[in-house]
């Protein structure tokens, strides 16, 4: 839990960024957007009526994204919240590089008030500059991997410069905790979900994240990473893999329905929708909709879930259903906390240590060594003779 004088510098900033800027430009990849990006899009939208906007770099080595959004910033009056621990990881450096090099070109001496780095506490390169620089700062802890780390600065100042109530997140996720911890099997869900994923994974080789929002994709995406990471080493763990329905139905579905059999799905369902509209009868009935005349929209969703459930099961595709009341940030919070422990609980029955990811190293290497980077003189022989 974060002291509350870190809660409260956060919102403070927030608000001082909300009121000064257009959009935060938040530089990072990983762990380090992910759950941020999950609980701005899955709570405000993807056309939020929030007029601050929230900006995703750094998460990808394309140049055609990288300059087309510095091309978007150059008309607004942005900040930028780099996130990395060393500072020095590729993709969000070259990023950070870029952002801070058009922040300089626009405001000169005063681009450093509006950098805000969320890094180590004592060493790195970023922490380094930041000090130099006179960025503002915020901790990434030490004892915390990527994919758990939305619940502090990493996480929590961009959720709230997009106007999201951390206090009423961190809510969320403080009882999930209880209820993970205190409550016997009988009523501990994160228990029971963690224990029929290992259950099926006796017979099958993919899990599929399915919701009917798409709103709700990159809480998938985030998932994929807490699961992937925690799980996928020594030869062993669930591929993890989403769809969002009905949209997926259209393309996934048949595979799904009758492909190889290799996957079950767990099914996230929101029971309370946001907005639901109506649909209303027409004078002609050219669409055969009219038989739908005073039903709710959302009515129709939970009636295409509920004859998918049915269809894949009939087809060998065991399902699992999540159920959440609505997805605002308490139960948002309660929410990613509950995939959390299970995660851990679902890794040690296992037998890996769900909390550590040595293979992401891998490509890195390989890359420092095919861009000539200093000292890696020797690997980058080698992997050009591979060549």
Request: with cysteine; hydrophobic share 40%.
């Amino acid at each position: 839990k974060l002291p509350e004088s870190e809660v409260k510098r956060i919102i403070a900033t927030a608000q001082r960024i909300r009121e000064n800027y257009d959009c935060l430009v938040v530089v990072g990849i990983g762990g380090s957007y992910l759950g941020a990006r999950a609980a701005i899009e899955a709570i405000n939208g993807l056309y939020s009526k929030d007029n601050f906007e929230i900006i995703f770099l750094g998460n990808t080595l394309s140049s055609t994204y990288t300059k087309q959004v510095l091309d978007y910033l150059e008309n607004k009056k942005f900040a930028v919240n780099v996130i990395s621990k060393s500072g020095t990881t590729t993709e969000p450096a070259i990023a950070f590089r870029l952002c801070k090099e058009l922040l300089i070109k626009k405001y000169h001496e005063k681009a450093a008030e509006r950098i805000f780095a969320t890094t180590d506490a004592k060493k790195g390169a970023l922490r380094n500059l930041a000090t130099q620089e006179g960025y503002e700062t915020f901790v990434v802890p030490d004892d915390i991997g990527g994919r758990y780390s939305w619940f502090t600065a990493v996480g929590l100042l961009p959720i709230a410069c997009a106007g999201i109530d951390i206090d009423a997140l961190m809510k969320g996720s403080y009882d999930a905790m209880n209820d993970c911890v205190n409550n016997g099997y009988d009523s501990n869900d994160a228990m029971k979900y963690a224990n029929m994923r290992n259950l099926l994974y006796k017979t099958k080789q993919i899990e599929i994240l399915v919701n009917f929002e798409p709103r709700l994709a990159y809480i998938s995406e985030w998932w994929k990473q807490l699961y992937g990471e925690s799980e996928g080493k020594d030869h062993k763990g669930l591929f993890p893999a989403s769809l969002v329905y009905s949209t997926d139905l259209h393309s996934m579905g048949q595979y799904v329905q009758e492909g190889k059999g290799l996957m079950f799905e767990t099914v996230l369902n929101v029971l309370n929708p946001e907005e639901n509209l109506i649909l209303r009868k027409e004078a002609e009935d050219l669409d055969q909709l009219n038989y739908l005349d005073q039903t709710k929209m959302d009515s129709v969703a939970k009636k295409a879930m509920q004859g998918t459930i049915l269809a894949h099961v009939d087809g060998g595709v065991p399902n699992l259903v999540l159920e959440v009341e609505e997805m605002d940030a308490y139960h948002l919070g309660y929410l990613l906390y509950f995939f959390m422990f299970a995660c851990g609980v679902s890794g040690y029955m296992l037998g890996v240590n769900p909390f550590n990811q040595p293979g992401v190293e891998a490509y890195k290497k390989n890359m420092f060594a095919l861009l000539d980077k200093p000292g890696y003189e020797e690997e980058s022989k080698a992997i050009r003779a591979k060549l």
